[in-house]
């Protein structure tokens, strides 16, 4: 038995959406999901339909190694436009065929078989076919490459039009108003907000932890209900911040222990507001740590989204790819001023379109093709984030921030206290917030 990181997804819709179409990936599978019970719609074998397998292969002839292209591919692809990568790889897909909603077709016989060397072999055929010979010759940190751009632009764009070609069968197939994301390719913001403008859903719910990270929460699901007999509460998950926590005296005993000029501030962020508003970069550490990849508030890097300097200074302290964009949080009562037809996401794994004109007040985390992967923020579900975001409003007229996760260049987010410290030490910061304390450099 494979336990799946979807199994809990049924367990975080709200009780009147408990009716929904579940897509998974690796294997491509949709489900069928009625107050807890999955129902098997289609799926498609790992060696015929892993959008997840052809876009690491593609990642890796851009250059870059398992795990580390993806996120990263994503931003770098509005670079791109279309070109004879996009053709060459769109000729391998086949939408409705026969039993599945699409496939990937290669020449040969490729049976289905559960090591992973052997059902990654097609795309490794395509990542070839692709682009032959080894990797792009670029450097990641130079000047854009016209292949690289290229290609991922190719790949994007092929996983878009495939994610909303599966959510329209789904949708038809399934018969259900509801939609949710599991698997790594859920972590694709910019195809999920291709399926949140296509408004074939009622509700799209994407499982924070949507990768193989998850897997533990739907481990814990399964055998709660099905070895201990217990019974899941139906409500969707509105919070992430799941970690350990650092209680007040341990913070304090880390701070003392560096000989920091600290000052105590409490939850009073006004003089943290001003550092921002002066052109600070300021690491933010608060409250048990978040579930999933992205940094929502408790482990985050913020800065002044207007000034568009702060877009190359952010990722210059984290040692980040100079291209790469950087990600907003905003009130959730604001969404609305800056991006269109955007619906509340704590998650920062769905993307929206800006507004035309507010790209010009925030700069700093608005990308080459006009879109952002913002998180909103209510003060019911993040208090002091919340009042971060209000004071910066109530100083600058705007109810957003630059948000990215504190970690350093090749380092996870940052855990403890004493992870902050160290990493602001390091870092180009001029400031720390750390659960109460101000330091400045």
């Known amino acids: 038995m494979r336990l799946r990181p979807t199994t809990s997804v049924v367990s975080i819709m709200q009780p009147s959406s408990l009716s929904m179409a579940l ?19 289609a799926s498609i074998p790992t060696v015929y339909g892993s959008l997840g397998a052809l876009y690491e292969n593609i990642c890796a002839k851009i250059g870059y190694d398992y795990l580390e292209g993806p996120g990263k591919v994503m931003g770098l692809a509005p670079y791109g436009k279309a070109s004879k990568y996009y053709e060459k790889l769109k000729s391998f897909i086949k939408f409705d065929d026969k039993d599945y909603p699409f496939r990937f077709v290669v020449p040969g016989r490729w049976r289905v078989k559960n090591a992973l060397s052997y059902y990654s072999k097609p795309y490794y055929f395509i990542a070839d076919s692709v682009y032959p010979g080894g990797r792009v010759p670029w450097d990641p940190r130079g000047d854009l490459h016209p292949d690289a751009v290229g ?24 018969g259900e108003g509801n939609l949710g994301l599991a698997g790594g390719v859920a972590l694709n913001a910019k195809a999920n907000m291709v399926i949140h403008y296509a408004k074939l859903f009622n509700d799209m719910f994407i499982f924070p932890a949507a ?12 055998v709660y209900e099905h070895v201990l007999g217990g019974k899941m509460k139906r409500q969707r998950l509105r919070t992430v911040y799941l970690g350990p926590e650092y209680g007040d005296d341990e913070v304090r005993k880390v701070v003392e222990r560096g000989g920091w000029n600290a000052k105590y501030v409490g939850d009073d962020v006004n003089e943290v507001v001003d550092l921002i508003v002066k052109g600070f970069v300021v690491a933010w550490f608060q409250g048990r740590a978040e579930l999933g990849p992205r ?51 704590q998650f920062m794994i769905l993307m929206y379109k800006y507004k ?22 209510n003060k019911e579900e993040n208090r002091t984030w919340y009042e971060l975001i209000k004071a910066f409003k109530d100083e600058t007229g705007e109810g957003i921030i630059l948000n990215t996760s504190f970690n350093l260049a090749g380092e996870p987010l940052v855990e403890t206290p004493t992870d902050a410290i160290r990493s ?10 750390i659960q109460g304390y101000l330091i400045q450099k």
Request: proline content about 7%; charged content about 25%; glycine content about 6%.
């Open 23 to 41: 897509v998974s990936s690796k294997p491509t599978v949709v489900w069928k999901v009625r107050s807890g019970e999955f129902e098997k719609v």
């Open 151 to 174: 290609l991922a632009w190719a790949v994007q764009a092929v996983t878009e039009e495939t994610m909303l070609h599966l959510a329209r069968w789904a949708r038809e197939n399934v």
């Open 211 to 222: 990768n193989d990270a998850g897997t533990p929460i739907g481990a814990a699901a399964y």
């Open 295 to 345: 940094a929502l508030g408790n482990r985050s890097i913020i800065a002044d989204p207007r000034r568009r300097d702060m877009w190359g200074v952010v990722n210059r302290i984290k040692g980040r790819e100079w291209w790469r964009p950087l990600a907003p949080s905003l009130l959730e009562e604001d969404a609305s001023k800056y991006f269109i037809e955007p619906v509340p996401h």
């Open 356 to 377: 035309p004109e507010m790209c010009e007040v925030v700069p700093a985390v608005c990308h080459v093709d006009q879109t952002a992967r913002p998180q909103t923020v």
């Open 424 to 433: 602001y030490a390091l870092g180009g910061f001029k400031a720390i917030y």
